[in-house]
């Protein structure tokens, strides 16, 4: 089975922070926190959203528990700065997106928002295929395909 999903908006990157914090007694820990849980809760509510409204009438959503394969294709937005060459490059292919977010961090962002909505657990995906390049829509394609086991 392959599910496909597109999510509109600039791509955005997993980025776990870590900040030191103080307990009231004066002794000093270290606390992680996510600044991006919002945009997290908010792709997985779009998810969940989107398969909802694919549902038949009547029927149960569960969530994918075998091996499964995952494709994204990640279209950044051209910088307002680049001028007319810099964008016609863009458009003949020949300017490929370098800068950050890394890709790796994009797609561990897409995992994390896949799990508990489309799959159980990302220790699930075998094979992942990302690519990231300029566009003038900037948004994200997830393809999601279900192998056999």
């Given at each position: 089975?392959?599910?496909?999903?597109y999510v509109p908006g600039v791509p955005v990157?997993?980025?776990?922070?870590a900040r030191v914090m103080g307990s009231p007694?004066?002794?000093?820990?270290?606390?992680?926190?996510?600044?991006?849980?919002?945009?997290?809760?908010?792709?997985?509510?779009?998810?969940?959203?989107?398969?909802?409204?694919?549902?038949?009438?009547?029927?149960?959503?569960?969530?994918?528990?075998?091996?499964?394969?995952?494709?994204?294709?990640?279209?950044?937005?051209?910088?307002?700065?680049?001028?007319?060459?810099?964008?016609?490059?863009?458009?003949?292919?020949?300017?490929?997106?370098?800068?950050?977010?890394?890709?790796?961090?994009?797609?561990?962002?897409?995992?994390?928002?896949?799990?508990?909505?489309?799959?159980?657990?990302?220790?699930?995906?075998?094979?992942?295929?990302?690519?990231?390049?300029?566009?003038?829509?900037?948004?994200?394609?997830?393809?999601?395909?279900?192998?056999?086991?």
């Amino acid at each position: 089975m392959i599910m496909k999903f597109y999510v509109p908006g600039v791509p955005v990157e997993k980025r776990i922070q870590a900040r030191v914090m103080g307990s009231p007694s004066g002794r000093k820990f270290v606390q992680f926190y996510n600044p991006k849980a919002r945009e997290t809760e908010s792709v997985k509510y779009l998810l969940t959203r989107t398969i909802y409204s694919r549902l038949a009438p009547g029927r149960r959503y569960e969530m994918y528990g075998g091996p499964c394969e995952i494709r994204c294709l990640f279209n950044m937005p051209i910088p307002k700065s680049y001028p007319k060459s810099k964008r016609a490059l863009i458009m003949a292919g020949k300017l490929q997106h370098v800068k950050k977010p890394d890709t790796s961090n994009l797609v561990k962002f897409i995992e994390d928002c896949l799990v508990g909505v489309v799959i159980v657990d990302d220790r699930q995906v075998i094979n992942i295929t990302a690519a990231k390049r300029y566009s003038d829509a900037p948004g994200t394609v997830i393809i999601i395909e279900t192998l056999g086991g």
